[in-house]
Nanobody, 121 residues
Framework: QVHLVESGGGLVQAGGSLRLSCVAS????????MAWYRQAPGKQRELVAA???????NYADSVKDRFTISRDNAKNTVYLQMNSLRPEDTAVYSC???????????????WGQGTQVTVSS
């Protein structure tokens, strides 16, 4: 069994910063792509940023030059550094990862429970 647990969300003023963390735990052999998604009220979930096991990254246009995704493979952890936050960044941010676990035969997609980020104007 694999679990993803996010932390680091909260309330911040516009222009401020937050750092989200997501730790994967369980009987893990390997983790491929890890990503952060977000969903604002009344809107569809959208990809914020993703990072491969080799460190290649991609970002939504709306967060480029403000957010940075990184990972620590030894700790099975992915981070999202969010700077210059805007009210429109308010959403539930969820971690996503493709994990190969013991007993499995292929990488399986897992989701965390999400963490709320609220940016006040």
């Amino acid at each position: 069994q694999v679990h993803l647990v996010e932390s680091g969300g909260g309330l911040v003023q516009a222009g401020g910063s937050l750092r989200l963390s997501c730790v994967a735990s369980g009987t893990i052999i390997s983790i491929n792509k890890m990503a952060w998604y977000r969903q604002a009220p009344g809107k569809q979930r959208e990809l914020v940023a993703a990072i491969t096991s080799g460190g290649n990254t991609n970002y939504a246009d709306s967060v480029k030059d403000r957010f940075t995704i990184s990972r620590d493979n030894a700790k099975n952890t992915v981070y999202l550094q969010m700077n210059s936050l805007r009210p429109e960044d308010t959403a539930v941010y969820s971690c996503n990862a493709y994990v190969l676990a013991y007993g499995g035969f292929a990488y399986t997609n897992y989701w965390g429970q999400g963490t709320q980020v609220t940016v006040s104007s």
